[in-house]
Protein backbone atom coordinates (compact mmCIF):
# COMPACT_ATOMS: atom_id res chain seq x y z
CA UNK A 1 0.00 0.00 0.00
CA UNK A 2 1.30 3.58 -1.07
CA UNK A 3 1.77 5.90 2.12
CA UNK A 4 0.17 9.28 1.52
CA UNK A 5 1.34 12.71 2.52
CA UNK A 6 -0.38 15.82 2.70
CA UNK A 7 0.33 18.69 0.72
CA UNK A 8 -1.16 22.11 -0.02
CA UNK A 9 -2.58 24.17 -3.34
CA UNK A 10 -1.90 27.50 -3.73
CA UNK A 11 -5.65 28.14 -2.78
CA UNK A 12 -5.28 26.29 0.48
CA UNK A 13 -6.64 22.81 -0.29
CA UNK A 14 -5.38 19.84 0.79
CA UNK A 15 -4.26 16.62 -1.44
CA UNK A 16 -3.31 13.35 -1.17
CA UNK A 17 -0.18 12.54 -2.77
CA UNK A 18 2.27 9.31 -2.98
CA UNK A 19 4.95 10.05 -0.73
CA UNK A 20 7.38 8.54 -3.87
CA UNK A 21 5.76 11.46 -6.11
CA UNK A 22 7.25 14.30 -4.09
CA UNK A 23 10.04 16.09 -5.11
CA UNK A 24 12.82 17.21 -2.26
CA UNK A 25 13.69 20.81 -2.72
CA UNK A 26 15.44 23.53 -0.38
CA UNK A 27 15.35 26.81 -1.18
CA UNK A 28 16.51 30.31 -0.01
CA UNK A 29 14.10 33.22 0.74
CA UNK A 30 15.07 36.54 2.04
CA UNK A 31 13.62 38.94 4.70
CA UNK A 32 14.81 42.49 3.85
CA UNK A 33 13.72 45.34 5.07
CA UNK A 34 14.12 48.95 4.28
CA UNK A 35 12.53 52.02 5.28
CA UNK A 36 9.68 50.34 7.42
CA UNK A 37 8.94 48.05 4.84
CA UNK A 38 9.56 44.43 4.01
CA UNK A 39 10.68 43.29 -0.08
CA UNK A 40 7.93 41.27 -1.19
CA UNK A 41 6.87 40.00 -4.44
CA UNK A 42 3.39 39.03 -5.94
CA UNK A 43 2.33 35.10 -6.46
CA UNK A 44 0.86 35.34 -9.88
CA UNK A 45 -2.33 32.76 -9.39
CA UNK A 46 -3.30 34.22 -6.37
CA UNK A 47 -2.29 38.11 -5.70
CA UNK A 48 -1.00 37.73 -1.90
CA UNK A 49 2.63 38.33 -0.87
CA UNK A 50 5.75 35.79 -0.61
CA UNK A 51 8.93 36.92 0.18
CA UNK A 52 11.93 36.11 -2.67
CA UNK A 53 13.79 33.96 -3.09
CA UNK A 54 13.58 29.94 -4.57
CA UNK A 55 15.00 27.13 -4.63
CA UNK A 56 18.78 26.06 -4.73
CA UNK A 57 20.29 24.26 -7.69
CA UNK A 58 22.12 20.88 -6.81
CA UNK A 59 25.98 22.06 -6.18
CA UNK A 60 25.03 25.47 -5.57
CA UNK A 61 25.60 27.18 -1.69
CA UNK A 62 22.55 28.50 -0.28
CA UNK A 63 24.11 31.92 0.39
CA UNK A 64 24.51 32.00 -3.51
CA UNK A 65 20.95 31.10 -4.88
CA UNK A 66 19.99 33.63 -2.51
CA UNK A 67 21.59 35.99 -4.26
CA UNK A 68 20.69 35.13 -7.24
CA UNK A 69 17.22 34.85 -6.45
CA UNK A 70 17.11 38.14 -5.55
CA UNK A 71 18.60 39.32 -8.63
CA UNK A 72 16.47 37.55 -10.93
CA UNK A 73 13.00 38.13 -9.08
CA UNK A 74 13.66 41.57 -7.37
CA UNK A 75 16.81 43.06 -9.42
CA UNK A 76 19.11 43.98 -6.49
CA UNK A 77 21.39 42.75 -4.40
CA UNK A 78 21.53 41.98 -0.95
CA UNK A 79 23.99 41.37 1.78
CA UNK A 80 22.98 38.47 4.17
CA UNK A 81 23.18 38.89 7.65
CA UNK A 82 21.92 36.39 9.63
CA UNK A 83 19.45 32.99 9.53
CA UNK A 84 15.87 34.02 10.07
CA UNK A 85 13.70 30.61 10.19
CA UNK A 86 12.90 27.44 9.19
CA UNK A 87 10.09 26.38 7.45
CA UNK A 88 8.83 22.70 5.83
CA UNK A 89 5.82 22.53 3.77
CA UNK A 90 4.44 20.56 1.55
CA UNK A 91 3.30 21.66 -1.56
CA UNK A 92 1.06 20.36 -4.49
CA UNK A 93 1.21 22.52 -8.16
CA UNK A 94 -2.32 22.03 -9.91
CA UNK A 95 -0.75 23.57 -13.38
CA UNK A 96 2.11 20.89 -13.27
CA UNK A 97 0.65 18.40 -11.33
CA UNK A 98 3.74 17.92 -8.81
CA UNK A 99 3.92 17.68 -5.23
CA UNK A 100 7.22 19.08 -3.35
CA UNK A 101 9.02 18.93 0.17
CA UNK A 102 10.05 21.68 0.63
CA UNK A 103 12.55 22.75 3.16
CA UNK A 104 12.82 26.73 3.12
CA UNK A 105 15.18 28.32 4.76
CA UNK A 106 14.80 32.18 5.50
CA UNK A 107 17.38 34.76 6.41
CA UNK A 108 17.52 38.67 7.79
CA UNK A 109 19.79 40.36 5.07
CA UNK A 110 20.52 43.77 3.78
CA UNK A 111 19.82 45.74 0.91
CA UNK A 112 22.39 46.97 -1.39
CA UNK A 113 20.36 49.31 -3.25
CA UNK A 114 16.58 49.50 -3.47
CA UNK A 115 15.22 50.03 -7.04
CA UNK A 116 13.10 46.95 -7.89
CA UNK A 117 12.61 45.42 -10.92
CA UNK A 118 11.81 41.68 -12.03
CA UNK A 119 12.74 41.87 -16.16
CA UNK A 120 15.27 39.26 -15.01
CA UNK A 121 12.20 37.00 -14.37
CA UNK A 122 10.98 34.32 -16.72
CA UNK A 123 7.54 34.38 -17.99
CA UNK A 124 6.36 31.30 -16.31
CA UNK A 125 7.69 32.47 -13.16
CA UNK A 126 5.14 32.70 -10.32
CA UNK A 127 6.84 35.41 -8.45
CA UNK A 128 5.86 38.95 -9.70
CA UNK A 129 6.13 42.53 -9.30
CA UNK A 130 8.63 43.01 -6.41
CA UNK A 131 7.87 45.76 -4.30
CA UNK A 132 8.41 47.10 -0.56
CA UNK A 133 5.23 46.64 1.58
CA UNK A 134 4.23 48.60 4.76
CA UNK A 135 5.45 46.04 7.33
CA UNK A 136 1.82 47.58 9.41
CA UNK A 137 -0.43 46.85 5.88
CA UNK A 138 1.06 42.67 6.65
CA UNK A 139 -1.34 40.47 7.74
CA UNK A 140 -2.19 35.76 7.37
CA UNK A 141 -4.31 36.90 4.56
CA UNK A 142 -2.10 38.86 1.94
CA UNK A 143 0.73 36.57 2.34
CA UNK A 144 0.40 33.32 0.58
CA UNK A 145 2.93 30.91 3.24
CA UNK A 146 5.09 30.92 5.98
CA UNK A 147 3.04 33.84 7.00
CA UNK A 148 3.18 32.97 10.86
CA UNK A 149 6.51 32.76 10.80
CA UNK A 150 7.05 35.93 8.38
CA UNK A 151 5.30 38.42 11.12
CA UNK A 152 6.59 36.70 14.29
CA UNK A 153 10.11 37.47 13.36
CA UNK A 154 9.61 40.74 11.98
CA UNK A 155 7.93 41.59 15.31
CA UNK A 156 11.49 40.27 16.96
CA UNK A 157 13.27 43.03 15.00
CA UNK A 158 14.16 46.39 16.40
CA UNK A 159 12.96 49.16 14.91
CA UNK A 160 14.69 50.28 11.51
CA UNK A 161 15.43 53.91 10.80
Not at 42 to 59: A, E, F, H, M, Q
Amino acid sequence: MNELVTCYTMHGEAKQIDKNALIFRPAAYAIVIHEDKLLMTVVRSTGKYTLPGGGIDIGERMEDALKRELKEECGIEIEIITPAFFKETFFYYEPLDRAWQCHSFCFLCKPLSSNLTDELNEEEDESIQPQWVDLKSLTLQNIQICGEEILRYIKTLEPTE
